[in-house]
């Protein structure tokens, strides 16, 4: 997976601004005992890697000056950068660092009563951020036959579970219907840099251990595939939640951060490209209408279409419905999007018993490489560079077409993206999955 750190070297301009968001606990009510429990010479407190699998330098990691392997260290500290402080004065606060909008996500905020003895709300992100608090599991930690599997009853989240990992992720780097974990219209109109995540990636940018291929019984290609497809599907059931849950008010549409910025945001020198990508998406959409950020659905439905499945694949169809449905009823709406939820858990459900097989690889590959719809906004042609990397695309070729086309979201140009993604196309028909 270490392939993947150069292949997004060139964007960080673009996704580090995300990655200051940070993975948040799904509930916890045990002490979180703070990371100087966690750092001791023999646990994960060393200064260089001596482990198999565990580092044990995972705090050094952790506490990098790297611009990405040290972000949920820092998630704490950028609220009062200069950022932070543009934000907080447009917003009418006083002070990001006391406010829980800003700490749900940029530190681990848990109530007074459960700060343990080391605890401190200026390390940000961390251990227990996302472990959950350690108050009843540290001391079995220590064991060598230590299965973390087998302890969610006492607390401790499982991240070897890739779907519980991509729910724990997506708390913070898309959102959740806690009050303290969503990044609303108003924040962003006030300077929060756009969300934007993608599982496979982005664990791999904050990777403290090692993945033993051996004991998972796959192939690195294909193990990275099954991660990208259950975090595309996990994040679109999550988006679909957020939006049911964020109406405004008797309004029809909800929270507006869940649109397509672009779909508003514009400039009239870009109003021709824009106006064909929102026409192009779904036919019957009307000028005007507001779109739905929904580019985790449309990858949702390709990879439901990749697998062959025997029953009639049906996300592409409940997504035009409920796009459509937005400008005609409160009702029709909810209803169509929770029939799309629920073929989202059916879909996951087929990905998690059964691995992704090559063939399936490489149609979606295809798919990517052919479907105009995935590129028509700047999110999804994002999202497509990320595919791409996580699906076995070599990174120097995917870095060299499409790398300066998503540099700055508001350069972006859908046509100029859809010729680059050709050419690339073009260069790596030849190309097979290295591990296939």
Not at 283 to 311: C, H, M, P, T, W
Not at 328 to 341: C, D, H, I, V
Request: with cysteine; glycine share 8%; charged share 20%.
């Amino acid at each position: 997976m270490k392939r993947f750190l150069l292949g997004l070297l060139c964007i960080a301009s673009f996704s580090m601004s995300a990655n200051l968001q940070a993975d948040q606990k799904i509930s916890q009510q045990d002490q979180h005992l703070g990371v100087n429990s966690c750092g001791g010479s023999m646990c994960h407190g060393r200064q260089h890697s001596t482990g198999d699998v565990v580092y044990q330098n995972e705090i050094a990691i952790w506490q990098s000056s790297h611009s990405y392997l040290g972000a949920h260290h820092r998630a704490y500290q950028v609220l009062n950068g200069a950022l932070g402080k543009a934000i907080t004065r447009n917003m009418g606060w006083e002070d990001a660092s006391k406010r829980a909008e800003c700490l749900g996500c940029h530190t681990d905020l848990v109530p007074e009563s459960e700060q343990g003895l080391y605890y401190q709300i200026t390390d940000g992100v961390s251990c227990e951020s996302c472990h959950g608090g350690s108050e009843r599991w540290l001391k079995l930690h220590y064991g060598a036959s230590w299965d973390g599997s087998r302890h969610a009853d006492m607390g401790y989240v499982d991240l070897s579970n890739v779907n519980l990992r991509a729910q724990v992720c997506l708390d913070c780097h898309l959102g959740s219907n806690n009050g303290n974990q969503f990044v609303t219209h108003e924040m962003m109109s006030a300077g929060h840099p756009r969300l934007a995540f993608e599982l496979s990636i982005f664990e791999d940018l904050q990777a403290h251990y090692e993945v033993d291929q051996s004991e998972q019984g796959q192939e690195l290609d294909v193990m990275t595939a099954q991660v990208w497809a259950l975090g595309q599907i996990t994040a679109a059931e999550r988006y679909l939640d957020l939006v049911l849950h964020r109406e405004v008010g008797a309004a029809l549409m909800p929270e507006l951060s869940l649109f397509d910025c672009r779909a508003c945001h514009q400039d009239f020198a870009d109003a021709g490209a824009v106006f064909d990508s929102v026409q192009g998406r779904d036919k019957g959409r009307k000028i005007g209408q507001i779109v739905l950020s929904d580019y985790n659905i449309r990858f949702a439905s390709l990879i439901e279409l990749s697998l062959g499945l025997d029953n009639r694949p049906q996300i592409a169809d409940l997504l035009s419905q409920m796009n459509k449905a937005i400008a005609l009823s409160r009702a029709s709406f909810r209803e169509t999007a929770g029939k799309l939820r629920t073929g989202l858990m059916q879909l996951k459900s087929h990905v998690n018993e059964s691995s992704v097989e090559a063939e399936a690889i490489r149609q979606m590959r295809a798919k990517i490489f052919t479907s105009d719809s995935l590129v028509q906004d700047y999110a999804g042609a994002e999202q497509v560079y990320f595919a791409l990397l996580a699906l076995g695309v070599d990174s120097e070729v995917v870095n060299r077409f499409l790398s300066d086309q998503i540099a700055e979201p508001s350069k972006f140009s859908h046509q100029a993206f859809s010729e680059a993604l050709i050419e690339l196309e073009a260069e790596q028909s030849s190309q097979s999955i290295s591990a296939l």
